[in-house]
């Protein structure tokens, strides 16, 4: 009966873990490309930056879109062929410390960028208002691929958190948008 119980027990926990969805989609990050050649961005100023918001694919579970929102993050050390190029992560928001956070509410989803720890590092020439704007546009792309298929519009809200004295200016950052299409009114 022990060894009944014990077989039916795993069992359940086999099915529920092969019942979960596991979903192939693009995500956007804002990378560096500190130790490249390349520019990529255009700074509100007209110049190049070494920086490009890019699309990778990763295979994700979870509540959608927050999930979605959570990757943008993720730890990316850019796949090369020369042994000469050894930089170990060129994600944005992973290099300057830059937390990201999503929720559902009744009116849509709002993410939240924690500027706390903010600190950029010596090797990546940009401000602090660029990495946020290049956030901004991989959370955008990401949403928008993500959107298309839907059939009711999302709106996001973007607020910038964790400000101090020194950082209040980044706080105009936050922006709300409506993804997919608006339904007409009759």
Request: with cysteine; hydrophobic share 45%.
């Amino acid at each position: 009966m022990k060894k009944l119980l014990h077989v039916l027990i795993c069992g359940s926990f086999l099915v529920s873990a092969q019942a979960t969805t596991i979903m192939v989609v693009p995500v956007f990050e804002p990378l560096s490309l500190h130790g490249t050649d390349g520019d990529e961005a255009i700074s509100d100023v007209g110049e190049a930056l070494q920086a490009a918001v890019q699309a990778r694919p990763m295979a994700l579970t979870g509540a959608f879109p927050e999930v979605l929102v959570d990757a943008i993050r993720t730890p990316h050390a850019i796949p090369t062929n020369n042994p000469n190029y050894k930089v170990t992560e060129s994600n944005l928001l992973v290099l300057c410390e830059v937390g990201i956070s999503s929720e559902m509410t009744e009116t849509g989803l709002v993410v939240h960028f924690d500027v706390a720890k903010l600190s950029i590092p010596l090797e990546v020439d940009l401000t602090s208002r660029q990495v946020l704007n290049l956030a901004i546009i991989a959370v955008r792309k990401t949403l928008e691929e993500y959107q298309r298929p839907q059939p009711e519009p999302l709106n996001v809200s973007v607020v910038i958190d964790g400000t101090d004295d020194a950082k209040a200016s980044l706080k105009d950052l936050g922006v709300t948008f409506t993804l997919g299409e608006v339904p007409p009114t009759n």
